[in-house]
């Protein structure tokens, strides 16, 4: 019912730069809060950067500074922009939204598929 994709991973080396796109699609009444998630082997997924629908972002420690959320309620597109890559920022990225289907309903979350992010030395 609801699909997010993400795009715009890839190999990069450290110090460059990517910048992820994440688009909802399918029944959508609205969206509220919008989030980037990663995930490295033998780690938790971990929250990267988040972002109200009022437009409020919340970071990482360990991207603060280098990374910015940023969204285009038009586009039902959140994306992400990372700059000064780390070889610890290698990861599969997920996109996260909360998506309400019918105006008389709550959000609940969806996930993307995830795209891969790797950082060489």
């Known amino acids: 019912q609801v699909h997010l994709v993400e795009s715009g991973g890839g190999l990069v080396q450290a110090g460059g730069s990517l910048r992820l796109s994440c688009a909802a699609s399918?029944?959508?009444?609205?969206?509220?809060?919008m989030g980037w998630y990663r995930q490295s082997p033998g780690n938790q997924r971990e929250l990267v950067a988040h972002?109200?629908?009022?437009?409020?972002?919340t970071y990482a420690d360990s991207v603060q500074g280098r990374f910015t959320i940023s969204r285009d309620n038009a586009k039902n597109t959140v994306y992400l922009q990372m700059n000064s890559l780390k070889p610890e920022d290698t990861a599969v990225y997920y996109c996260?939204?909360?998506?309400?289907?019918?105006?008389?309903?709550?959000?609940?979350?969806?996930w993307g598929q995830g795209t891969q992010v790797t950082v060489s030395s």
């Open positions: 399918g029944r959508i009444f609205s969206i509220n809060a």
């Open positions: 996260n939204a909360g998506v309400s289907t019918w105006s008389w309903d709550y959000a609940r979350p969806y």
């Open positions: 972002i109200t629908s009022g437009g409020t972002t």
